[in-house]
């Protein structure tokens, strides 16, 4: 039987939805989750099963705009799981072309 977790699962998400967005899921090393989380490598395993499964459940959790292009630009073109996520969050998005690209812009500095 395992042990109960001893870390809050919505903490855990949001650290690891920060550190999504500032280096990307290619770029997110499990060591640079496992920092920006404090959790234990047995730990992120146990909960979520995967790297993929940490973003996951960080997209579903709290798609913010940044987090949606991370997993377009990275993971939805190859995964279904994925785009489908994002489709559902971008779902009631007035212009999700034009709102995404405002999104890019900012990240990239140009705006």
């Known amino acids: 039987m395992g042990r109960n977790r001893t870390f809050d699962t919505a903490e855990v998400l ?3 939805r920060v550190a999504f967005e500032r280096s990307g899921y290619h770029g997110t090393s499990i060591g640079d989750l496992l920092s920006a989380t404090g959790i234990q490598r ?3 395993y146990q909960a979520f099963g995967s790297k993929r499964g940490v973003f996951l459940a960080a997209l579903k959790a709290e798609p913010t705009m940044d987090l949606l292009l991370v997993a377009l630009m990275d993971l939805a073109a190859e995964d279904p799981e994925v785009r489908s996520v994002c489709r559902d969050a971008l779902a009631d998005a ?3 072309a034009q709102v ?3 999104q890019l812009l900012l990240r990239s500095g140009l705006r």
């Open 42 to 44: 047995a730990s992120l």
């Open 94 to 96: 007035e212009d999700p």
């Open 14 to 16: 949001a650290s690891a």
């Open 100 to 102: 995404l690209g405002r």
